[in-house]
């Protein structure tokens, strides 16, 4: 199933259970080609493992979290400690927050280096995150496909291109009925850095 998103600013893309709303042009293309460079040569990449089916495995990217505290984060058996804000990811997280109206505590980021890289499905629904996340999605550099599946039903599916200085917004019930990924591109040839803003509690 496909939905014709292109161009809305806050219409929901899911059908039903929550809601994703995409607002293409977030950032200009000049505060987009800033922020792709800056975060590309200041933030502290690194391929970190996670565990999978009970193996470790590198993940297919180069990941970061910069946060508030000393509070860590944990998803797919890893455990990470925020690094503290750096001036531009705190002045993206206050442009952010005056749109959403509501706090983020921590940005997980991450660095895709080309189409090879990848992440694959699932549902941001850590108990830390609380019950109906608001999590809000930035990207810079090369085009991806955001692809969305019922998780209960994964025949039911929507795809949409998170381009250079979108934001996109996940939030009520979506962390319950939908799951997302970014697939492996062979046409993606550029780097892409995407920020998740989150709430931890
Ligand atoms: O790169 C993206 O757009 C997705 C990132 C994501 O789903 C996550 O960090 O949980
Ligand atoms: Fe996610």
Do not use: C
Request: aromatic share 12%; glycine share 6%.
């Amino acid at each position: 199933m496909q939905q014709s998103i292109f161009n809305s600013s806050n219409n929901n893309i899911l059908p039903h259970h929550g809601e994703i709303r995409l607002y293409d042009q977030f950032f200009s293309k000049e505060q987009a080609d800033f922020y792709f460079e800056t975060l590309q040569n200041t933030i502290q990449w690194k391929q970190e493992p996670i565990w999978m089916f009970g193996k470790k495995v590198m993940q297919p990217r180069l990941t970061a979290l910069y946060g508030d505290s000393e509070k860590t984060y944990s998803y797919s058996g890893i455990s990470m400690k925020p690094f503290p804000w750096t001036k531009e990811l705190l002045e993206i997280k206050s442009l952010v927050e005056k749109l959403v109206e509501k706090p983020f505590t921590h940005v997980l980021m991450n660095f895709y280096r080309d189409g090879q890289d990848s992440m694959g499905w699932h549902r941001d629904n850590e108990s830390t995150l609380g019950p109906n996340p608001v999590i809000a999605s930035v990207s810079f550099g090369a085009s991806r496909n955001f692809q969305i599946r019922n998780y209960f039903d994964k025949s039911e599916k929507i795809q949409i291109p998170l381009n250079h200085g979108s934001l996109l917004i996940m939030e009520g019930e979506s962390q319950h009925h939908w799951e997302h990924q970014i697939p492996k591109s062979k046409r993606v040839f550029g780097g892409r850095i995407n920020l998740t803003f989150r709430r931890l509690i």
